[in-house]
C-alpha cells in the first residue's frame, strides 16, 4: 500500500534503501562503480545510503519479517526494508565451500526478493583489473591479480613493502587506485559488471526511478 502511495522511507528522514558492506574500504569502491556504470545517474546520499555491518558481526545478523521467535540476532530488516548486501566470499581456491552463515544471509535476503551479492573472488579488491594495477604503479606486471590470491601479497610482488603498506590504510589504497578505473576494463572483471548492473537496478526501484 506504501509502494502504491508512493510513501517512500526518505519521506522520515531515511534513505531510501540502504547497501550493508564489510567495512570503509568497500565503501569507496561500490560507490565509484556505480558512479562509473550508472553514468553519474546514481549518487550516495540521494538515491541509497551504505552503512557497515563488520565481517565478524555478520553470524549476529539476519534479514528477515517477523517470525514469531524470540531471536537473538540483529534484524537488518527493521533498518530499511529496501536493502542490498555485499560479502566477501572469503575463498582461497575454486572449490572452497561458503560458510553457512554467508550461505544463510543469502537465503534470507533471497526470500525477500532483496539483492545479496557474495564476491566471486576471495574479496572485493579481488575485482581490480590488471590494467588498473598497472596505470596506478606506473608499470607492467607479467600477470593478472588471482581470484582467490591475497592482495597484501600481490603487491609485494609488485614493490617489497607495498602489501604492508596496504594493510595499513586499505581506505587510502582504495581512494587512490579508484581513481584509475576505466569502464571498459571493469566490464570484463569477473561478475563486477552483471552484479553492479543488478544494484542499480535495484536502486531505481527503491527511487521510483
Known amino acids: 500500500m506504501l509502494d502504491d502511495l508512493d510513501v517512500r522511507a526518505s519521506d522520515i528522514l531515511q534513505a ?8 570503509l574500504s568497500d565503501r569507496v569502491y561500490l560507490n565509484k562503480w556505480i558512479e562509473i556504470f550508472s ?6 546520499g540521494f538515491d541509497y545510503q551504505i552503512v557497515f555491518y563488520g565481517g565478524r558481526l555478520l553470524s549476529h545478523l539476519e534479514f528477515q519479517g517477523p517470525t514469531g521467535n524470540n531471536s537473538s540476532l540483529i534484524n537488518l530488516l527493521l533498518t530499511n526494508r529496501n536493502a542490498a548486501i555485499i560479502i566477501d566470499s572469503d575463498k582461497r581456491y575454486i572449490n572452497q565451500p561458503i560458510n553457512d552463515t554467508k550461505k ?40 593478472q591479480f588471482g581470484k582467490y590470491e591475497l592482495i ?21 589504497f582504495a581512494k587512490d587506485i579508484s581513481q ?4 571498459e576494463e571493469l566490464e570484463s572483471s569477473l561478475d ?18
Not at 106 to 119: D, G, L, R
Not at 122 to 141: A, D, G, R, V
Not at 152 to 172: C, T
Open 16 to 23: 531510501n534503501g540502504v547497501i550493508w558492506v564489510e567495512g
Open 39 to 44: 553514468e553519474g545517474e546514481i549518487k550516495e
Open 104 to 143: 544463510r544471509i543469502k537465503q534470507e535476503f533471497n526470500e525477500v526478493n532483496s539483492f545479496c551479492w557474495i564476491t566471486k573472488g576471495k574479496e572485493i579488491e579481488n575485482y581490480l583489473p590488471k590494467t588498473t594495477i598497472e596505470s596506478f604503479y606506473e608499470k607492467e606486471i607479467d600477470r
Open 152 to 172: 597484501d601479497n600481490f603487491l609485494d610482488s609488485i614493490n617489497e613493502g607495498e602489501g604492508k603498506r596496504f594493510l595499513r590504510n586499505k581506505v587510502k
Open 180 to 183: 584509475y578505473f576505466i569502464k
Open 192 to 209: 563486477l559488471k552483471k552484479n553492479v548492473d543488478i544494484l542499480i537496478e535495484n536502486i531505481r526501484k527503491w527511487n521510483s526511478k
